[in-house]
Structures are given as C-alpha cells and as structure tokens.
C-alpha cells in the first residue's frame, strides 16, 4: 500500500493493518475452541490467514500448534491485536501494544464496557482515547469481529466462503449477523466482506460505510450493501456515503432496528406529534436511496434479487408446476404494482401444444405436477424469445416426490446464466428436494424458498426509487435578511409577527393579521377591516383544542363579542384577526431532531392532520421534483388534483411553498419545528393563515 493510500485509510479511521495485517496476535487465544479467544484462533488458522499468528496466555507456551506468550509485554510488535480476555483488563493490555508494540488495529471482542454501566463507558472511553493517541483503529468492543479476503476474525461459525461478487455485510449486532449469515447460505447468499461494531466506539457503521465508499473500484468491489443499525451517530456522515455508494453504482438494503414511537419526547405540535424518529430514519434512507427493510428473512431475500440481473420493466412471468403457490405470488405482485401480463396468441397456443392436457400458458404458466425439464425449457424460451412484454421470470419449482427433478434444476441454472431476463428461482420443497437444492446453490445460485417473502421482496426493490436530483442553493441575499431577523430572537415559539415576516422572507404568502391586545387597538382595527373576517386567540398552544377560533364573523357587533369571549379563554394573551380566506386547508411542518437534517413534512390540514395522519415527508434539501412527489405520495391527491367535477388546487404553489420552507430551513438550522396549518388552497392561490416557528438555538 502506498503512502498515499494509507494517508487516505487513515483519515477515515480504518486503519490499512485493521484491513490487511501482516501478522495478528490473539490475546486470550486458547486450546479451548468454544471459547472466543480458541475459536477466532481456529478460525485464522482453518481459514488460512497468510501471516504471522501468536497468541498470549498465561498458562501455556503453545496454543493450536501457534507460539504463546505469557506475557503481553514479550511478543513482538503486531500489526493487530483480537482481544478476548476480562474487561478489566482490556486497558493494560492496549496501553503496551499501542505505546509498545506499534499496533494499529484492534478488534474487542471483551463485554462489559458502555452495554452495562458508567464504569464501563469510562473504562471504554480510556481504551478509545489510547487507540486514537497512536493513529489507531477500534472494531468494538462486546462484538464478534470481522471477516474480509485477507483473514477471518471472528469467534462465531458458519464461515461463510467469500465471493467478490457477493454482498458486503454490516452490522451493528454480532448475534444477528450470525442469524442473518445462516439464513443466508441455506438460500445460496454469498459475502464479500462481514464487520460487526458491537459499541461502536470508535468505529461505527458510518466509519464502515466511509471505507466501503472511499475503497470502492469499479468492476472489481461488491455492488451490494447490507446493513443491521441499531444507531446512527452520525447521520450526515451516513447520508454521504451511502449517497455516494449509491451514485457509483450501488445498490444498499438496510434493517434499522429501535426506531419505534415509544420513548419519544413528548411533542408540542401536529409536526412534533407526526415526525418521530421512525420517520426521520424512513427519510434518511429516502435521501440515500436505501432500500429499507424490516426483518432478517426480507434483508436476505432483497439481497438475493440485488445480486441478479436487473430487468427493465415491472412485468413478471409466474412459470409454476404448483397453482395455489403461483395465486398467492400473482396477488402480492399485483398488490405492490407489478404486472402479471395476461399471454395470448399463436406463440402461446404453440407453446400450450408442448405441455400436458390441463395445463394453462395465459400468466401464471403453470405446467402441471408432472411437469418435465424439457417443457420448463420450451417455457422458458418462449418467454425470453416470443414475450417482449415480460420483463422477468418467477419460477416455482419443488416436486411431489414422484420421481427425481435433478434435470429441472439443471435447466433452471443453465437458464438463470445464460437468459438476458432475470430469471428467479423459488423452491418451496426443502425436504423432498434437498440434495439438488442444496447441489443448485453450490452451482453460485440463489433459491429463494417461500413466495409471499420474495414477492414483497421483488417489489420493494422493483418499486424502490432511485436517489434525487440535488436541490438548488437558497438565494444569499435572502439569507442576510433572514439571518437578521432570527439572531435578534429569543428560544422558544417565536411571536405572531416575527413568525409572519419570517414566512413572506421565505416567499410563503400569509394573510395580512392583526394582533389585538384591547378594545382601544380593536376600536382602531376595526375601521380597516373587510368583512367577514376569522379571529384566534393567542397564548394557548392548540387553538381549537380550546374552542379558540372563531370563523366567519360579519358584522362590528359579532367583532367585539368575538374579542371578549376569546379573551377570556385561560392562557389568552392577545387576539389575531384576519380576513376570511376559503379553500382547502393544507399543511406544511417541519421537525429537527438531534444531528440529523430537518424533516419536511406536508398534507391535508386543518384538524385532518392527525386525524387522518395522510401525510408525506422528505428530508432536507428537497429538489422541485421531492417536492412534487411528496404531494403526488399523498392519498388525498386526487382530491387535491380535482375528481368528478370539483375544483382542485393549484399543485405548483404548493411545490413551491414546500421548496420555501425547505430553502428556509436551510437558513436556519435553529427551527426546531414549524407548523404551517392551514394553509388555505384554491385553483389560483395558496394563502397561509396560521404559523407555529419555535427556535432551539
């Protein structure tokens, strides 16, 4: 590795002698395999690690045939050390190889650090601030290690043989890598590259992702990306990479896994109520173009269509010997928006003269239980050569146990290798047709075993968007003004009008308000209003919750007993009068939450907002073309649209609006959250009558 390439490994924290040692000491390695300190040095051994191997122990001079040391002061210097002894003594033994031994890299696979307690936070922190003060990187701690092309550093089996071409896995918990590993290779799965971080003290998934992206060359790394995140401590730095990954080339399946809405904070407006942290994760992968899953068996079985051809369409051929199986995957396709092509004509009455009495050509091409090898051929070709309308093929194949189907899988792997269409193999019958399943995975096959999980898996990657276009800069000049107004503010909610000004800055129009605070500024307000007109109180965070608007009043007399009721509402601190605008009331928030970018969310408004919780969101910044999308993602968008005669909106203010506060946001990173409801919408305006700013500086 040259100078360079090392300068540039360090400076995203994965240090070269991490990735590529020369040598590895195992400290706390073993003769005793099912410990991990004896099974990770079997695992360097059985595997072949092409280094040097010692060990430390106390209480011998030779572990599995590998120099021992009794003394962690005696070995030699190391290129990287796996750690798999007490925690309490993690920090003595790093101090003498990072000051003594020149080492750089570090696996931790020791528990008891910042999992259990503040002692162990303390002592993790100690153990991270050594590592770094000698250039070094930390895989860990309380993980179970790594495996890439140079060497296997794990404790745990199976080993799954590496492939180049296979996936590259990450993840945050060893246990389910594990899981995740098993279920793999009984599909066919192969990896290029498996790293857990455990704590993730120094290293996280991010680090990871950095790496892969940094190291990825064209042709030669793996396309495919999987990740198990139980945190994200750095979602910018996230969101860069798996960007830029993606932008290569890429294709990335993610589980994020404790993003449920309890133990949220408790919100103080519709947005805050709506956005939880789920949501802020949905968006992130939105913005990276992730494809987001939610259990182990879907990851596995996205991944096994990834590492597939890619087809050019959403039509989908069902080739089954077995109905009742191609019904269920014709439903969950067609459900998700894939096309199940109805097939007619001469071609497919050729092909009907090939199969057996009762079969059926018309999509699902089911060609009975006893069908033969050589009919699923003619199917197969006449899909391929005779059907532009079908982009990719679903075979389902098991076998009733009549007789051996050893040439059906023969064909089917012939076929996947040498068809321009995706072709994929469900093989539901994992005990009558073991052996050749297992023989047609050894061929570097993926056989997926239930239908209903591959169909939703087929759609969540055929429907999966690709990542957006880049959003264009807000203008400086408005950014001075803005700037100005909001370094002059407080915390916390911002008044009426300085909330307003900020608005009509940002180029959202606000109906003109009037903010009363007594009868003398209401006998002077009233000479220039127009009737009818809409007052709300101020002071009480949820306006109606309170009974605190009053619509359409049309006279003087209604105007000041609308005032005085209003001010007698507990909480009251003033009155907004405004003139009565009518439309469809929509809504814009936004939310900020820890490190991650604003999240933009809109509807319908009004009280619809959490009522019917139709509500679209992306996270910022938004290009004109997320913008439209989050309104056509709306299912009141038809309604917004017009349907059977009635009026819609005009959908391009809305955009804009949108792309607004989104440039806003942009400007002031210190919005913590913003309700825009209503704004009330027409054919040719869109007027904003109520707005919640609240500023965490």
């Known amino acids: 590795m040259t100078s360079f390439t090392l300068s540039k ?19 706390g390695g073993s003769d005793n395999i099912h410990s991990p300190g004896g099974r990770v040095l079997k695992n360097l051994i ?10 430390v122990n106390p209480k011998q001079e030779k572990v599995q045939g590998i120099i021992s040391y009794k003394d962690i002061n005696d070995i030699p210097e190391v290129d990287l050390a796996i750690i798999a002894i007490s925690a309490k003594f993690v920090l003595e033994t ?29 002592l993790e922190n100690e153990i991270v601030e050594l590592i770094e003060e000698a250039g070094g990187s930390l895989l860990g701690p309380n993980n179970i290690g790594l495996i890439n092309k140079h060497y296997t550093g794990v404790f745990t089996t199976p080993i799954p043989k590496l492939d180049e071409k296979g996936v590259d896995f990450v993840s945050g918990s060893g246990a389910t890598a594990v899981f995740i590993i098993e279920a793999a290779q009984s599909m066919g799965l192969t990896f290029s590259s ?10 996280g998934v991010e680090e990871i992702l950095e790496y892969l992206d940094h190291s990825f060359e064209k042709g030669i790394s793996s396309k495919v990306k999987l990740l ?20 290569k080339g890429c294709k990335i399946a993610a589980i994020k896994a404790g993003s449920s809405e309890a133990g949220n904070r408790a919100a103080s407006s ?10 802020f994760v949905d968006t992130l992968f939105q913005k990276a173009g992730i494809i987001r899953c939610y259990g182990r068996n879907e990851l596995i079985s996205v991944a096994g269509i990834l590492l597939q051809k890619e087809s050019k369409g959403k039509n989908i051929a069902i080739i089954t010997h077995a109905g009742g199986p191609a019904v269920m995957l014709t439903d969950v396709l067609s459900k998700n928006g894939l096309k199940i092509p109805h097939l007619e004509g001469k071609d497919s009455e050729a092909l009907l003269e090939q199969l057996f009495d009762g079969s059926s050509v018309s999509n699902p091409i089911d060609f009975l239980a006893t069908g033969t090898a050589q009919q699923l051929v003619n199917i197969i070709e006449f899909c391929e050569n005779s059907c532009p309308e079908i982009d990719a093929m679903a075979v389902i194949f098991g076998s009733p146990g009549l007789r051996s189907v050893d040439d059906v899988y023969e064909v089917l792997d012939e076929k996947i290798r040498t068809s321009k269409k995706p072709i994929y193999a469900i093989l539901p019958s994992v005990v009558n047709v073991k052996k050749q399943i297992r023989e047609f995975i050894k061929k570097g096959n993926i056989a997926f075993n239930d239908e209903v999980l591959f169909g939703n898996a087929l759609a969540k990657v055929y429907n999966h968007t690709p990542v957006s276009n880049k959003a264009k800069d807000p203008d400086s000049k408005l950014s001075k003004k803005i700037r100005k107004l909001i370094d002059a503010l407080p915390n916390g909610y ?29 006998n002077n307000v009233s000479k220039s209003l127009s009737y009818p007109v809409v007052l709300k109180v101020e002071g009480p965070l949820h306006k109606s919750d309170v009974g605190g608007v009053i619509l359409n009043v049309s006279t003087e007399e209604e105007l000041y007993d609308s005032f005085h009721k209003l001010m007698q509402i507990e909480g009251a601190v003033s009155v907004i009068i405004q003139p009565m605008i009518n439309g469809t009331e929509l809504f814009i928030g936004a939310k900020k939450e820890t490190n991650y970018p604003h999240v933009i969310l809109c509807g319908l408004g009004g009280i619809f907002v959490e009522v019917l919780k139709d509500i679209s969101a992306a996270m910022i910044p938004l290009s004109d073309e997320d913008a439209l999308k989050m309104i056509n993602d709306l299912k009141a968008y038809p309604i917004l649209k017009g349907v059977r005669g009635q009026s819609g909106i005009n959908i391009k203010l809305f955009s804009e609006a949108i792309l607004s506060i989104s440039n806003l946001l942009s400007l002031v990173p210190e919005i913590a959250e913003l309700d825009i409801n209503p704004l009330m919408a027409t054919e040719s305006d869109l007027t904003a009558v109520d707005v919640r700013i609240r500023l965490e500086k």
């Open 9 to 27: 490994f360090l400076a995203f924290m994965l240090h070269s002698k991490l990735i590529h040692p020369k040598n590895i000491v195992v400290v």
């Open 46 to 55: 059985d595997h072949q690690f092409k280094g040097e191997l010692f060990a």
């Open 94 to 122: 790093v101090k003498v190889l990072t000051q003594q031994k020149n080492t750089k890299g570090f696996i931790i696979f020791s528990a008891g650090f910042s999992e259990k307690d503040e002692n162990g936070e303390k």
């Open 194 to 203: 498996i790293y857990t971080v455990g704590n993730s003290a120094q290293i």
């Open 228 to 247: 198990y995140i139980e945190s994200i401590k750095n979602p910018l730095k996230f969101l860069k990479h798996t960007a830029s990954l993606i932008q």
């Open 270 to 279: 519709h947005t805050g109520a709506i956005a939880n942290s789920d949501v």
């Open 494 to 522: 911002m008044s009426t009008e300085p909330a307003v000004t900020l608005l009509e800055y940002a180029g959202v129009k606000f109906a003109t308000p009037y903010n009363v605070n007594n009868e003398a500024e209401l």
